[in-house]
């Protein structure tokens, strides 16, 4: 049961252009959504995070954006460069119940020089 | 400042067999989640262990246990390996209750033959 859902599975954006990747979630629960980014051979690191109570939160070139009652979020990444290049994740959570986070399947963003 | 270290970072493994996993947290961190992360899939949350106990569990058979001690670091268990249980089992480690200072480790690749 997918509670957080990757549709795209890959991505490719010329660099300086706009990325942008989606994430879609069933459990209206979830009150805290996180993204991560993920190089070969490394773990996950974090990226950027948004409360539900908010609809949008911004670090540099990141913005993640929440409308809850799409259950929908997205990544946005202007401009694009080509240390961007790697999986994404997105990752929910319910407030309070500790660490314990749903994961999407990841799209992999290419961004050519 | 040592980030989230596991070992051993590749296994192979027959079926019915058992592993062991380790993981030494980020200094300072006293809190460990373990994920599985199947080919083509996102994390999915095993267990996180706090002060040396089992907090939170996700939807995975007792096969998969677990162990917290003194300094932090952990193990997990997998008894009666079965094929599918060959993926790559992420560490993180965080301070209880911060949603956002999850580090991950770079995981342990098992392959169950």
């Known amino acids: 049961d997918q509670q957080v859902k990757q549709n795209s599975p890959s991505l490719s954006v010329q660099e300086g252009r706009i990325s942008i990747l989606n994430c879609d979630y069933t459990?209206?629960?979830?009150?805290?959504f996180l993204w991560y980014k993920k190089y070969p051979a490394e773990g996950p690191t974090f990226l950027i995070s948004i409360s539900s109570i908010k609809d949008k939160n911004e670090d540099g070139r990141f913005t993640v954006f929440l409308n809850k009652s799409a259950k929908h979020l997205s990544l946005h990444i202007v401009p694009s460069q080509p240390g961007d290049s790697a999986v994404y994740f997105c990752a929910a959570s319910v407030s309070n119940t500790g660490n314990q986070f749903y994961f999407g399947t990841g799209t992999s963003l290419t961004v050519i020089p | 400042d040592a980030g989230v270290t596991q070992s051993p970072t590749h296994l192979i493994k027959t079926r019915g067999q058992q592993v062991t996993l380790r993981c030494s947290p980020k200094s300072g961190h006293d809190t460990v989640s373990w994920y599985q992360q199947a080919l083509g899939q996102g994390p999915q949350f095993i267990f996180q262990?706090?002060?040396?106990?089992?907090?939170q569990r996700g939807n995975f058979p007792d096969r998969f246990s677990g162990h917290q001690f003194p300094n932090y670091s952990s193990e997990l268990n997998v008894n009666a390996l079965l094929l599918g249980d060959s993926a790559l089992y992420l560490c993180a480690s965080s301070l209880v209750g911060d949603q956002e200072t999850q580090y991950f480790g770079p995981g342990t690749r098992l392959l169950v033959l």
């Open positions: 262990y706090y002060e040396e106990e089992e907090r």
């Open positions: 459990n209206s629960m979830f009150d805290y």
